[in-house]
T-cell receptor, first 112, second 117 residues
Framework: DAKTTQPNSMESNEEEPVHLPCNHS???????IHWYRQLPSQGPEYVIH???SNVNNRMASLAIAEDRKSSTLILHRATLRDAAVYYC?????????????FGTGTRLQVTL | NAGVMQNPRHLVRRRGQEARLRCSPM?????VYWYRQLPEEGLKFMVY????????ESGMPKERFSAEFPKEGPSILRIQQVVRGDSAAYFC???????????????FGQGTRLTVV
């Protein structure tokens, strides 16, 4: 699995957009980019994933750089409930045994 | 469709006892993954199982730890002769396909918090 690099922490005001960056400079052409988040005292929760094109769902948007060496998770309007650790993960898509390898993630703090 | 169910949510064991952690994947999911999270740390992969088979156990300690996913019933993570360093949150995840395949997302349980006293 490709290694990812994220800032340790970020802060945001409530109801403002948040852009969480992730670098994955060693990503291969077939690796997917996944984002999960972990709220306090809970299990990780799927947020979004993509391969090459930008993706949108009800939770967030994923912007993937043209060279795929970086991506940005966008929360359009942060709420207090979005305070969590956000993990950027890449996986292989070869169909062989694969797993999600979590890094240290970005701890997002949301304030009023 | 119930989510991934883990039990117990909290487990206290004395040093030297055995701990059994159970994970019932979501209906229709045949891929199960176990992770361990030490206090204030990230999640570390332990083992990946499909029904009746261990696919990848590269993250499992060589001794005292074992996992199974029988044809019928939940997946079990077993820790024999627990030590204080085993105190952690253990999370189980399930998916309908392997993680590397398109449109696969993992569903995690709420975890079992093991405390060894």
């Amino acid at each position: 699995d490709a290694k990812t690099t994220q800032p340790n922490s970020m802060e945001s005001n409530e109801e403002e957009p948040v852009h969480l960056p992730c670098n994955h400079s060693t990503i291969s052409g077939t690796d997917y980019i996944h984002w999960y988040r972990q709220l306090p005292s809970q299990g990780p929760e799927y947020v979004i994933h993509g391969l090459t094109s930008n993706v949108n769902n009800r939770m967030a948007s994923l912007a993937i750089a043209e060279d795929r060496k970086s991506s940005t998770l966008i929360l359009h309007r942060a709420t207090l409930r979005d305070a969590a650790v956000y993990y950027c993960i890449t996986t292989e898509s070869t169909g062989t045994a694969s797993k999600l390898t979590f890094g240290t993630g970005t701890r997002l703090q949301v304030t009023l | 469709n119930a989510g991934v169910m883990q039990n117990p949510r909290h487990l206290v064991r004395r040093r030297g006892q055995e701990a059994r952690l159970r994970c019932s994947p979501m209906k229709g999911h045949s891929h199960v993954y176990w992770y361990r999270q030490l206090p204030e740390e990230g999640l570390k992969f332990m083992v990946y199982l499909q029904k009746e088979n261990i696919i990848d156990e590269s993250g499992m300690p060589k001794e005292r730890f074992s996992a199974e996913f029988p044809k019928e019933g939940p997946s079990i993570l077993r820790i024999q002769q627990v030590v204080r360093g085993d105190s952690a949150a253990y999370f189980c995840a399930s998916s309908v396909l392997q993680f590397g395949q398109m449109n696969t997302e993992a569903f995690f349980g709420q975890g079992t918090r093991l405390t060894v006293v």
